[in-house]
């Protein structure tokens, strides 16, 4: 791979600033992005809550919050992990690759994070059952880290992986 340069560098640096500040500001003030947002909020509530069911844990789901026997957890919308997906596929978009390369990233990324911020309510659901203190440490500071360290490794693993036919061999 040929080195970019500082211009180049210096550009791609500026669009992605650029497309987190557009995404954020579109994560805040569009009603798209808020239904979409509130839409996936229920949808992890109630297929926590039916998990836990099924589980053996009693629990009751009212929109966005599994109420458990010793308090709820509320799928905020950074429980849903959309944002991180927006910043991680604005990082894939500014990369060097073809246009289909990085929306399939994009796509990946999507559904990784979100099903490990499932996977993250559900954890925190099982840890507010048995150990509030357990709950609150890794809800403070243990997922955050893993949220941070499982997107740093999508992208360089989407960087470091090969071209596919189609991107070594353009027609």
Known sequence: MSRLSKKSMLARAVLLVTLVVVESLWLEDSELARSTLEGAQLMVARSAGLVLSHAGFENTVDGINIQLANGAVAVTEECIGLDV??????????????????????????????????????????LLWE????????????????????CVAILLLWMRAPPGDAEANPT
């Open 131 to 150: 150990d509030r203190t357990a709950f609150d440490v890794t809800h403070a500071y243990v997922w955050p880290a893993v949220i941070i360290l499982a």
């Open 85 to 126: 997906s927006l910043f991680l596929a604005s990082a894939m978009f500014v990369q060097p690759a073809p246009l289909r390369r990085k929306l399939l990233g994009a796509v990946v990324s999507l559904l990784a994070v979100t099903g490990l911020n499932w996977i993250r309510v559900m954890t925190l659901s099982l």
